[in-house]
């Protein structure tokens, strides 16, 4: 079983920064890839950022030069630092990791989503 635990939303003012983490344990053999989507009220979810094992990143359009993905292999934890936070950044942040698991008999591939935590950029 897999667990991940996220931190670091808040409420911010336009323009200013905040930083996610995403912490994933259990039985974990290896992760090949880990990222942060996001889901505003009354719209799909998407995409905000990614990470492979190799540390190939992938961001959204709306994100790019303001947010930065990174992460600590070695505390199966990755980040999002977000800058220059705008109003329409308001949203429920979720980290997803794709990981190969540690099971009875042999490896399983994963896919394992986080609780999830609001970020509000508002004056």
């Known amino acids: 079983q897999v667990q991940l635990v996220e931190s670091g ?3 911010v003012q336009p323009g200013g920064s905040l930083r996610l983490s995403c912490v994933a344990s259990g039985s ?3 992760i090949t890839a880990m990222g942060w989507y996001r889901q505003a009220p009354g719209k799909q979810r ?3 950022a990614a990470i492979t094992s190799g540390d190939s990143t992938n961001y959204a359009d709306s ?3 303001r947010f930065t993905i ?3 292999n070695a505390k199966n934890t990755v980040y999002l630092q977000m800058n220059s936070l705008k ?5 429920v942040y979720y980290c997803n990791v794709r990981l190969i698991a540690t099971m009875t008999g042999g490896y399983r591939y994963l896919e394992v989503w986080g609780q999830g ?3 509000t950029v508002s004056s």
Do not use: H, N, Q, Y
């Not at 109003?87 to 949203?91: F, G, I, K, R, S």
């Open 9 to 11: 939303g808040g409420l």
């Open 46 to 48: 998407e995409l905000v």
């Open 28 to 30: 974990i053999f290896s």
């Open 87 to 91: 109003p329409e950044d308001t949203a």
């Open 63 to 65: 994100v790019k030069g």
């Open 70 to 72: 990174s992460r600590d």
């Open 117 to 119: 935590t609001l970020v």
